[in-house]
Antibody, heavy 113, light 107 residues
């Protein structure tokens, strides 16, 4: 059974950091580009970052560039999202996904004082 | 950045009805468009990729079409499990962008 399980969410103060993890199972993780997608409460889907199969190439929208870092460990079947200098507008449910067949259930991040 | 204008934002429809959702790009995206369904519990599922290729296991009542800047998702005969949110996604160029979503609701 394919699974993507995100962890690491929670309540954090503005300006602080948080690191999300997503553990994959049931498919050949190292063969897939991986993505983080977020959804603010009551809003639509927003692409947050991408990483290629070996981790050598990463991509971000301007809204998180310089603050967020995506990485992966193919030996551990895990993709990470390091989020620094968090803002209230980063409050959202964060999904890891292949953008194809496989999506996680999401993890909530709330940025508030 | 490529903007995706998805319409309508809300679509009231009845069981058995045929519906169409539109996604218009601000520039040509050369068929690099997927369609996703999101259920109220947050579960996301890809329905269509590369404009018109049906994802394995997705019912054949779903179909996608389009070219250039204009794309659409059609559902030929609505069933109860189809009432959900739908999003288009362009992956022609970075930044990847989603449409704003269409809520398909029971009339």
């Amino acid at each position: 059974e394919v699974q993507l399980v995100e962890t690491g969410g929670g309540l954090v103060q503005p300006g602080r950091s948080l690191k999300l993890s997503c553990v994959a199972s049931g498919f050949t993780f190292s063969s897939y580009w991986m993505y983080w997608i977020r959804q603010a409460p009551g809003k639509g889907l927003e692409w947050v970052s991408s990483i290629n199969t070996d981790g050598g190439s990463t991509y971000y929208p301007d809204s998180v560039k310089g603050r967020f870092t995506i990485s992966r460990d193919n030996a551990e079947n895990t993709v990470y999202l390091q989020m620094n200098s968090l803002r209230s507008e980063d409050t959202a449910t964060y999904y890891c996904a292949t953008l194809g067949d496989y999506w996680g259930q999401g993890v909530m991040v709330t940025v508030s004082s | 950045d490529i903007q995706l204008t998805q319409s309508p934002s809300t679509l009231p429809a009845s069981l058995g009805e045929r519906v169409t959702i539109s996604c218009r790009a601000s520039q040509s995206i050369s068929n690099s468009l997927n369609w996703y369904q999101q259920k109220p519990d947050g579960t996301v599922k890809r329905l269509i990729y590369s404009t018109s290729t049906l994802e394995s296991g997705v019912p054949s009542r779903f179909s996608g079409s389009g070219s250039g800047t204009d794309y659409s998702l059609s559902i030929s005969s609505l069933e109860s499990e189809d009432f959900a949110m739908y999003y288009c996604l362009q992956y022609a160029t970075y930044p990847l962008t989603f449409g704003s979503g269409t809520k398909l609701e029971i009339k």
